[in-house]
């Protein structure tokens, strides 16, 4: 899972990164997000050099509501564009 520490970022470094000055970046990169838009949350994001995907589709179900998933892909098992590849199902002759 991405993490800040895992770039090697301190806070201050962080907060320099980000374009924010220190204090907002420590309550940031202790989980509180409040007072960020959305937007800037996600752009804060791709600065960190994460990829950002959203995906917009039906909702399933008869309920009529959508659902929000967010998934964090580890480095090793690709990315959101491009998904791990499943091992195709071989099937025996009779």
Known sequence: ????????LNVTKAAAR???PQPKASR????YADGFSTEKL???LTKLGQDVCI????????????KFVLTMLQASRGSATSPPRRKAATRRRA
């Open 28 to 31: 940031l990169l202790r989980g």
């Open 42 to 44: 996600l752009t804060f």
């Open 1 to 8: 899972m991405f993490t800040w520490q895992a770039l090697g």
């Open 18 to 20: 980000l374009g924010i």
């Open 55 to 66: 995906v917009v589709s039906d909702a399933r179900g008869g309920s009529g509501n959508g």
